[in-house]
């Protein structure tokens, strides 16, 4: 099974700073097969990313993804106030489709 | 536009089954995979399995195997997730996504207590 490592587990920043999250897969992932989500306390997930560098519908440019293989990131250029919130990767190129473990962006 | 309707909250005795619907709109019911995914009180999201609605083909997590069973309903275009001997720690909110989408239902609270 593929498993996804996440880094930084949680992340501090400030408003109008750059954060750049890390999932690294310990198997070669197809890039159409991995994705990123948002997740704030008490909502459902919600996609940012798909096929680890497309935003998903009304995502903000702000937002932007890259890698292939094993090693793909997240980037948000600018932090908003409304960013700060749970971040997961997805893959869903081989079963089982786990997770990575989250990576908490907080403010500084 | 696309819509997933869970089944509203349940609370079980240990031991018990629980069997969460998704009722869904808006799309092909057939054409895509749709996972379950649950995450426990302050812990992340842990995927349990898919269902390919077309012909019902199921994957699911080691994890879970044995207890859990996937199905779905073509002609309602409704998915079931059942779980069954629940435990304290199957505590969680439950729910159904539509595989790589941004389609997800709205969750479902199964609290397992005695």
């Known amino acids: 099974e593929i498993v996804l490592t996440q880094s930084p587990g949680t992340l501090s920043l400030s408003p109008g700073e750059r954060a750049t999250l890390s999932c690294r897969a310990s198997?070669?992932?197809?890039?159409?097969?991995l994705g990123w989500y948002q997740q704030k306390p008490g909502q459902a997930p919600r996609l940012l990313i798909y096929?680890?560098?497309s935003r998903a519908t009304g995502i903000p440019d702000r937002f932007s993804g890259s890698g292939s293989g094993t090693d793909f990131t997240l980037t948000i250029s600018r932090l908003e106030p409304e960013d700060f919130a749970v971040y997961y990767c997805q893959q869903y190129d081989s079963s089982p489709y786990i997770f990575g473990q989250g990576t908490k962006l907080e403010i500084k | 536009q696309v819509q997933l309707v869970q089944s509203g909250a349940e609370v079980k005795k240990p031991g018990a089954s629980v069997k969460v619907s998704c009722k869904t709109s808006g799309y092909t019911f057939t054409e895509y995979y749709l996972q379950w995914v649950r995450q426990a009180p302050g812990q992340g999201l842990e995927w349990m399995g898919w269902?390919?609605?077309?012909?019902?083909?199921?994957n699911y997590a080691q994890k879970f195997q044995g207890r859990v069973t996937m199905t779905r309903d073509t002609s309602i275009t409704t998915a079931y997730m059942e779980l069954t001997r629940v435990r304290y720690d199957d505590t969680a909110v439950y729910y159904c996504?539509?595989?790589?989408?941004?389609?997800w239902g709205q969750g479902t609270l199964v609290t397992v207590s005695s």
């Open positions: 096929g680890a560098s």
């Open positions: 269902i390919k609605p077309n012909n019902g083909d199921t």
């Open positions: 996504a539509v595989v790589g989408t941004d389609h």
């Open positions: 198997q070669s992932v197809s890039s159409t097969y």
